[in-house]
């Protein structure tokens, strides 16, 4: 059965770095792959995803977080530096089998997730 099973949460400082991991099995990679996540009381929104060759992020984390992928052994990665308080939340890696992901309003929609992991919390304290 396919699975995203994401690792690297916790909680750390303002200002410190985070290396989350989603390993996939199950299956080979889908064409779009990314992160988003969810604060509490908020919707879930996009963070950073992968598609065609291409990586987009969210303008909040522009600059402070890196999406990559180790094709050899089906991980995805997403470095978060420079943390800070608002970055707070659950996140969840995510996959849509589409060859780009389906964007509304220039972000990957959640809507159209065909694959969800079950999340990693990520505590920032100022």
């Known amino acids: 059965q396919a699975q995203l099973a994401e690792s690297g949460g916790g909680s750390v400082q303002a200002g410190g770095s985070l290396r989350l991991s989603c390993a996939a099995s199950?299956?080979?990679?889908?064409?779009?792959m990314g992160w988003f996540r969810q604060a509490p009381g908020k919707e879930r929104e996009g963070v950073a995803f992968m598609d065609s060759g291409s990586t987009t992020y969210a303008d909040s984390v522009k600059g402070r977080f890196t999406i990559s992928k180790d094709n050899a052994e089906n991980i995805l990665y997403l470095q978060m530096n420079n943390l800070n308080a608002e970055d707070t939340a659950v996140y969840y890696c995510a996959a849509e089998s589409a060859a780009a992901c389906t964007r509304v309003g220039g972000m990957w929609s959640a809507a159209y997730v065909e694959k969800w992991g079950r999340g990693t919390q990520v505590t920032v304290s100022s």
């Open positions: 199950g299956y080979s990679w889908m064409s779009c």
